[in-house]
């Protein structure tokens, strides 16, 4: 498995942007498909994004299609989000996450990062 330290999260004003960072311990990062997910109060987690292992394909919830960008730099085992026009409704604790494969579940999780989205 591997080791997963996310960074970045906060307060911000609606229509405002964060970037996230998701730092991964191990030599095989770049085996890993990466992905982000977000649990607001009260509610369960939710899918936001993913991305393959060379970065070439990624994945995102409709929510936030357009807003929302996820990336990865393999020689600094990083995964990203960059999040624009956020809205009160993004307000949550963001995980990054990582699979080994796409029959695997998202077996490797950090310990999330607070965003906090003001009206």
């Known amino acids: 498995q591997v080791q997963l330290v996310e960074s970045g999260g906060g307060l911000v004003q609606a229509g405002g942007s964060l970037r996230l960072s998701c730092a991964a311990s191990?030599?095989?990062?770049?085996?890993?498909?990466m992905g982000w997910f977000r649990q607001a109060p009260g509610k369960e987690r939710e899918f936001v994004a993913a991305?393959?292992?060379?970065?070439?394909?990624?994945y995102y919830a409709d929510s936030v299609k357009g807003r929302f960008t996820i990336s990865r730099d393999n020689a600094k085992n990083t995964v990203y989000l960059q999040m624009n026009s956020l809205k009160p409704e993004d307000t949550g604790v963001y995980y990054c996450a990582a699979r080994g494969s796409i029959q695997a579940d998202f077996g490797s999780w950090g310990q999330g990062t607070q965003v906090t989205v003001s009206s």
């Open positions: 191990g030599r095989t990062f770049s085996r890993y498909i």
């Open positions: 991305i393959s292992w060379s970065g070439n394909n990624t």
